[in-house]
C-alpha cells in the first residue's frame, strides 16, 4: 500500500524559510516522478513543482526562484524547501505521485498546512 | 485566476446526471488527451477519478465518465448519489513550461 505523509508545516513569518517533507512507504521515490500541490484556505488546488527520476525539475511561476524540490533516496523522502515566504503562499502543501505518461496524481498525502503571517 | 475554467457551482437530486465542463486552450486542453478530474471531499486529500480524459482508475464507479472537444473537456456524474457530494478539479497537461493547470473547482450538491 502507498502511503505519502507529509512533515514540517507551521506558523512562520513573512520573509521566513520552511522545509516540508514528504516521507513515502509503498513506493521508491527516486524510481517515480513526485510533485508538491497546494491548496490554499478555500481555494482551489495549484501545482507549483515536480521532480522527475532523472532529477529533471520543474516549477510554476508563483514559486520559482523561491521554492526548491529536492529528495533523499536513502530516506525515501521527498522535500520542498520554502525561502522568502508570502502570506499567498498560506496554503495546505501535499506532496503526490506523478505519473509519467500524462501527468496525472495518483497518490497523494494527506496534506500539511503552512500559514504565513506576522 | 485559474487557468482552466469551471462552473463554481453545479446541483442536481439523487439518480440524476450532472455534467461539470472545464474549458481551456490549445495549449492545454486542445493540445494534449491529459485531462484528469479529482474529487475532493471536505478536510480530505483529492482523490484521481478520471484521467487521460476517459479513463477511470480501479475501484471508480462506472458513474463517472470523462470526454473532451476541442477546448472543453466535461465530467459526467450519472445516477447521482449523496456521496457524491464534494468538490471536483480538472486538470490538463500544459507543455513543458507550464507542466500542468487546475481549473478552480466546482462544488457538487446533491439535493
Known amino acids: 500500500e502507498v502511503q505519502l505523509v507529509e512533515t514540517g508545516g507551521g506558523l512562520i513569518q513573512p520573509g521566513g524559510s520552511l522545509r516540508l517533507s514528504c516521507a513515502a512507504s509503498?513506493?521508491?521515490?527516486?524510481?517515480?516522478?513526485m510533485s508538491w500541490v497546494r491548496q490554499a484556505p478555500g481555494r482551489g488546488l495549484e501545482w507549483i513543482s515536480v521532480?522527475?527520476?532523472?532529477?529533471?525539475?520543474f516549477y510554476a511561476d508563483s514559486v520559482r526562484g523561491r521554492f526548491t524540490i529536492s529528495r533523499d533516496t536513502s530516506k525515501n523522502t521527498l522535500y520542498l524547501q520554502m525561502n522568502s515566504l508570502r502570506a499567498e503562499d498560506t496554503a495546505i502543501y501535499y506532496c503526490?505521485?506523478?505519473?509519467?505518461?500524462?501527468?496525472?496524481?495518483?497518490?497523494w498525502g494527506q496534506g500539511t498546512l503552512v500559514t504565513v503571517s506576522s | 485566476q485559474s487557468a482552466l475554467t469551471q462552473p463554481r457551482s453545479v446541483s442536481g437530486s439523487p439518480g440524476q446526471s450532472v455534467t461539470i465542463s472545464c474549458t481551456g486552450t490549445?495549449?492545454?486542453?486542445?493540445?494534449?488527451?491529459?485531462v484528469s478530474w479529482y474529487q475532493q471531499h471536505p478536510g480530505k486529500a483529492p482523490k484521481v477519478i478520471i484521467y487521460?480524459?476517459?479513463k477511470r482508475p480501479s475501484g471508480v464507479p462506472d458513474r463517472f465518465s470523462g470526454s473532451k472537444s476541442d477546448n472543453t473537456a466535461s465530467l459526467t456524474i450519472s445516477g447521482l448519489q449523496a456521496e457524491d457530494e464534494a468538490d471536483y478539479y480538472c486538470?490538463?497537461?500544459?507543455?513543458?513550461?507550464?507542466?500542468?493547470?487546475f481549473g478552480g473547482g466546482t462544488k457538487l450538491t446533491v439535493l
Open positions: 486538470c490538463s497537461y500544459g507543455g513543458t513550461n507550464t507542466y500542468v493547470v
Open positions: 503526490a505521485r506523478t505519473t509519467v505518461v500524462t501527468p496525472v496524481f495518483d497518490y
Open positions: 521532480l522527475y527520476s532523472d532529477g529533471t525539475t
Open positions: 487521460g480524459v476517459t
Open positions: 490549445s495549449s492545454d486542453i486542445g493540445g494534449y488527451d491529459s
Open positions: 509503498g513506493l521508491t521515490v527516486s524510481s517515480n516522478y
